[in-house]
C-alpha cells in the first residue's frame, strides 16, 4: 500500500517542479538567460586581421592604427614581434596587385595568445578576435507582462563579466581597445534588454 502511494506523490512533485519553472520570475528569467549567454555571451574585440599579421613600418607613428594595437597587445603578451621584409597585401591588391616587399614589423600569436584568439560571428560572417571574458546575468531590472497569446515577455537586465582575463583589465589595453574599456566599464550599469519564451521546458531566449 505504501509503495501504491509513492506514485501519485512523485507525479505531484514533477508536476510542481514544471510549473515553478513556468512561473514569471527573476530567478527563472536568470536561469533563461544565463543559458543563452553561455553560447553567445563572450565578451571579445575583434582585430580582423588572420595571424601573422604585417605592419609596414610606414604605419608604426599612429596611435590609432593596427600596429599600436598590436604593439599593445604583445606589451601583454598575447603576440611577438620582429622586424622583416615582406610584401603588404592591402585590400586594392586584387585591382593594383601587391606592393614591393618593404619592411614591416611581423605580429604573430604566442601560446598565451592562443588561448584567447577566436573567429567571433558577426553580421556578415566572422573576423578575427580574442576574447576576455564571459558575460553572466548580474540583476534583473524589470521585465514585461507575458503576453498571453504568445507567452513571450521582455527582460531588462544588468551583466556582470566571469573569468575576466588580466591582460584585458589592464589601462594600456583598455585605451588601445575602447570596447574592451566600454564593455567593463558598462558592468552591473548599463541595462540590457532580450525577449524570453515559454516552452513545455519553462522559460527560454529563442534562437533566430
Known amino acids: 500500500m505504501r509503495n501504491l502511494l509513492l506514485i501519485p506523490i512523485a ?3 514533477l508536476l510542481s517542479a514544471c510549473n515553478t519553472a513556468r512561473e514569471p520570475n ?12 553561455a ?38 603578451g ?24 618593404q619592411p614591416v614589423r611581423r605580429y604573430q600569436l604566442t601560446a598565451e595568445g592562443q588561448k584567447y ?3 567571433i560571428p558577426v553580421a ?9 571574458g564571459q558575460k553572466s546575468v548580474d540583476s534583473i531590472v524589470n521585465w514585461t507582462q507575458p503576453d498571453t497569446a504568445s507567452s513571450q515577455a521582455e527582460i531588462t537586465y544588468t551583466y556582470k563579466i566571469v573569468n575576466l582575463a588580466s591582460w584585458a583589465a589592464r589601462s594600456d589595453v583598455q585605451q588601445a581597445f575602447p570596447d574592451i574599456r566600454d564593455t567593463i566599464k558598462g558592468v552591473s550599469m548599463t541595462n540590457q534588454i532580450v525577449g524570453v519564451q515559454l516552452t513545455s521546458k519553462g522559460w527560454e531566449v529563442p534562437a533566430y
Open 117 to 119: 584568439f577566436r573567429q
Open 78 to 101: 598575447l603576440v611577438s614581434e620582429t622586424d622583416t621584409i615582406a610584401v603588404v597585401y592591402g585590400m586594392l591588391a586584387p585591382l593594383r596587385g601587391p606592393t614591393p616587399p
Open 39 to 76: 553560447k553567445h555571451g563572450q565578451a571579445c574585440t575583434t582585430v580582423g586581421r588572420q595571424f601573422p599579421v604585417d605592419v609596414p613600418r610606414s604605419e608604426h607613428g599612429d596611435p590609432s592604427g593596427l600596429g599600436a594595437k598590436l604593439a599593445t597587445l604583445q606589451q601583454s
Open 124 to 132: 556578415i560572417g566572422e573576423v578575427a578576435g580574442f576574447c576576455y
Open 11 to 13: 507525479g505531484l512533485f
Open 26 to 37: 527573476a530567478a527563472n528569467f536568470t536561469t533563461a538567460i544565463n543559458q543563452h549567454l
